[in-house]
């Protein structure tokens, strides 16, 4: 590296003002907190996400946290949108296939699995762990994007007129989502007995579900 290099790049790092390496560094430490209540929430489940105990675990004061986030709901949110990240890769990592009812077996079986490989997040997101935290327009968002696969395929399947005329997508996609919630939901809540047998009525109900979609085809 030349002389006129060394300089060049010593010019570049002494023309970076206070306020951006104060930024900067806000930023790294805005990450730090919250991959340290992301351990948190996946080792000893929402309950444990408090800002006390995250300050705890960074050997650092409250203070600092707030100063960050504001509030233990503005550290959810960024935790909520970590999961809708983490539910997007879930559904982007399942085969794809032409066939429109196998596909959505799939996608259903993925949601199944973040749900159990996540479970603290699927808490956070969709089971209310945190009672005074309420996703936000931004949440949403995430949450619509981390459902896009879903959306996608049923829209291909109406492509294909295998779904009947007259049904609105999104609409097909909440009651889809509600259904396979409300069975994760009940297993989490201890009313499905264990994982075995809750999968069971997990898979009956993914297939009912397609079954009622898509009458005129064998799941």
Not at 14 to 30: D, F, G, P, S, V
Not at 35 to 48: C, M, W
Not at 73 to 94: D, I, M, P, S, V
Not at 163 to 184: F, K, M, N, Q
């Amino acid at each position: 590296m030349s002389d006129q290099d060394i300089s060049s790049n010593t010019t570049t790092r002494i023309l970076k003002t206070y306020k951006e390496a104060r930024l900067q560094n806000n930023e790294n430490l805005r990450k730090l907190v919250v991959e340290t209540a992301a351990a948190l929430l996946q080792e000893e489940g929402p309950e444990a996400v408090t800002v006390r105990r995250v300050a705890q675990k960074m050997d650092c004061s409250t203070k600092i946290i707030y100063s960050l986030f504001v509030n233990k709901e503005g550290l959810a949110q960024q935790l909520y949108l970590h999961g809708c990240k983490l539910l997007a890769n879930e559904f982007e990592r399942t085969p794809q296939t032409a066939d429109p009812i196998q596909h959505l077996l799939t996608l259903g079986e993925a949601y199944w699995q973040f749900g159990q490989r996540y479970s603290g997040y699927y808490k956070l997101m969709f089971g209310g762990a945190f009672a005074d935290f309420k996703p936000d327009e931004e949440s949403m968002h995430g949450t619509v994007t981390a459902m896009r696969q879903f959306l996608t395929a049923i829209s291909h399947a109406q492509g294909q007129g295998l779904i009947p005329a007259g049904y609105d997508t999104e609409s097909v996609v909440r009651i889809c989502w509600a259904s396979l919630h409300g069975a994760i939901h009940l297993y989490m809540g201890g009313h499905l007995g264990d994982e075995q047998t809750a999968y069971g009525v997990y898979r009956q109900t993914l297939t009912m579900i397609v079954s009622s979609l898509m009458p005129d085809h064998n799941t």
